[in-house]
């Protein structure tokens, strides 16, 4: 199992920017199937990317295609959300997650994870 902390969130007014990160610590010999989730007030935990262990693919929910980008640093277990066209309804708490198996990054239903940070946008 790893740890994982995520980083870069906060406050910013619709139409902009903020990038996020995630590192892990931990079991980090290998590399891992890496992703994000956030959840909204009174809302359940939703997808919003995921990238494979070499960072060759990435997968996104349609609400954030085109607007958001997941990254890696290489093979580390490192990986970033840039997120631009930020709109008042991404406001909510960002989760990183990880684990071996990308359907279980993708399904949200296991794996590592981290404690969330908050992004709220302004309108």
């Known amino acids: 199992q790893v740890q994982l902390v995520e980083s870069g969130g906060g406050l910013v007014q619709a139409g902009g920017s903020l990038r996020l990160s995630c590192a892990a610590s931990?079991?980090?010999?290998?590399?891992?199937?890496m992703g994000w989730f956030r959840q909204a007030p009174g809302e359940e935990r939703e997808f919003v990317a995921a990238?494979?262990?070499?960072?060759?693919?990435?997968y996104y929910a349609d609400s954030v295609k085109g607007r958001f980008t997941i990254s890696r640093d290489g093979t580390k277990n490192t990986i970033y959300l840039q997120m631009n066209s930020l709109k008042p309804e991404d406001t909510a708490v960002y989760y990183c997650?990880?684990?071996?198996?990308?359907?279980?990054?993708?399904?949200?239903?296991?794996?590592?994870w981290g404690q969330g940070i908050q992004v709220t946008v302004s309108s």
């Open positions: 931990g079991r980090t010999s290998r590399s891992y199937a």
């Open positions: 997650n990880a684990d071996d198996s990308m359907f279980t990054v993708r399904s949200g239903k296991g794996g590592s």
């Open positions: 990238i494979t262990r070499n960072g060759y693919s990435t």
